[in-house]
């Protein structure tokens, strides 16, 4: 069993707040992701990071920022949220032992509105 | 580049029938594949994957997926299907260039299964 958790699980904030993502995992991984999934359609990386200290940005441009102080955390933050941040955003990580032949283990997402 | 394909983003079965659930993916490399299914207002778990042993990778809840490289496709099946299958499910091929472990998804096909 995976234990990966996301807080909060939705939320609905008006247009030009910031906003925090939280992401934590208790398995130890060093690698860790943010995809983001609009309704209907498929998951696009974001943001990933190797370890503590390390983040990239994914293929799908986001206006969104993450950071990696800790190895179990990884929030995301919006720093001024528009309805075009309207999404579905999920987390997941993997220990990288096999490389890309290793499971992401994905957390319940978090449903973001942007009025 | 990557890709994945899958055919039909809804399928409808009746309970006890057959589900087959089509993924043809794209690869210059031979391919690490992945299944995982999205219960409602939940993350993605992990169904299956290949990682280039057996062809016929057999999985949880009775799923199991068959790697056919002269077809390019790694479809899903179940024989009889059960009202709690009901979901999303989605395919995905893991990036094998470069290092980082991102997951590259198709757009999904949800199941219906009819009583």
């Known amino acids: 069993e995976a234990d990966i958790y996301q807080t909060p699980r939705y939320l609905v904030i008006g247009t030009g707040k910031k906003i925090t993502l939280e992401c934590s995992q208790t398995?130890?991984?060093?690698?860790m992701y943010w995809y983001q999934q609009d309704p209907g359609m498929e998951l696009h990386l974001i943001h990933y990071?190797?370890?503590?200290?390390?983040?990239e940005k994914g293929d799908l441009s986001s206006e969104s920022t993450v950071s990696r102080i800790r190895t179990e955390h990884f929030p995301l933050t919006l720093e001024s949220a528009r309805p075009s941040h309207t999404s579905q955003y999920l987390c997941?990580?993997?220990?990288?032992?096999?490389?890309?032949?290793?499971?992401?283990?994905f957390g319940p997402g978090t449903r973001l509105t942007v009025l | 580049a990557q890709s994945v394909t899958q055919l039909g983003s809804h399928v409808s079965v009746s309970e006890g029938a057959l589900v087959l659930l089509r993924c043809n993916y794209s690869?210059?490399?031979?391919?690490?594949l992945f299944w995982y299914v999205q219960y409602p207002n939940q993350g993605l778990q992990l169904l299956l994957k290949?990682?280039?042993?057996?062809?016929l990778v057999k999985g949880i809840n009775g799923f199991e997926a068959e790697f056919k490289k002269s077809e390019t496709s790694f479809h899903l099946t179940k024989p009889s299907a059960h009202m709690s299958d009901a979901a999303e499910y989605f395919c995905?091929?893991?990036?094998?260039?470069?290092?980082?472990?991102?997951?590259?998804f198709g757009q999904g096909t949800t199941l219906q299964v009819k009583p």
């Open positions: 997941a990580s993997s220990d990288w032992d096999r490389g890309p032949a290793d499971t992401q283990y």
């Open positions: 398995m130890g991984h060093d690698k």
């Open positions: 990071s190797y370890g503590v200290n390390s983040t």
């Open positions: 690869s210059s490399v031979p391919p690490y």
């Open positions: 290949y990682t280039s042993a057996a062809t």
């Open positions: 995905a091929v893991s990036d094998k260039s470069g290092n980082t472990g991102k997951l590259i």
